[in-house]
């Protein structure tokens, strides 16, 4: 791959992953429909989801649907603030805020990479 069709293809995928927060910000589509089927997501830390998921449906199951749901009848999590967007090849990593009002009425906020 010649240096111009790297960094052309490093550029489309930020702008596709970039169009995917904003449609998910706005409440349009899910941002889970641009990550590859057999990702490996890592959560870093000490919290119960804190491990390795083997590929987008799990990380979907064991994650996002869960996680989801504590927000069914408040106002949804989304993105507020997009920090910034790295992007080298076909690696993205997105640096964001977000919020939500879980079920419980009480207020989340936390920030992502």
């Given amino acids: ?57 799990a990380l979907i199951d064991e994650v996002l649907a869960r996680f989801g749901a504590r927000f069914a009848t408040g106002q949804p999590f989304r993105p507020i603030n997009v920090r910034s967007v790295h992007a080298e090849g076909d690696t993205v990593i997105v640096v964001w805020d977000g919020r939500g009002v879980a079920n419980d009425g009480r207020a989340y906020e936390n920030s992502y990479a």
Avoid: I
Wanted: hydrophobic share 35%.
């Fill in 1 to 57: 791959m010649t240096g111009h069709t790297h960094g052309a293809q490093t550029e489309a995928n930020r702008e596709v992953v970039r169009r995917a927060f904003d449609a998910w910000q706005h409440g349009r589509d899910a941002v889970a429909d641009v990550f590859a089927p057999d990702m490996v997501w890592r959560f870093e830390g000490h919290s119960l989801a804190s491990k390795t998921y083997p590929n987008r449906q």
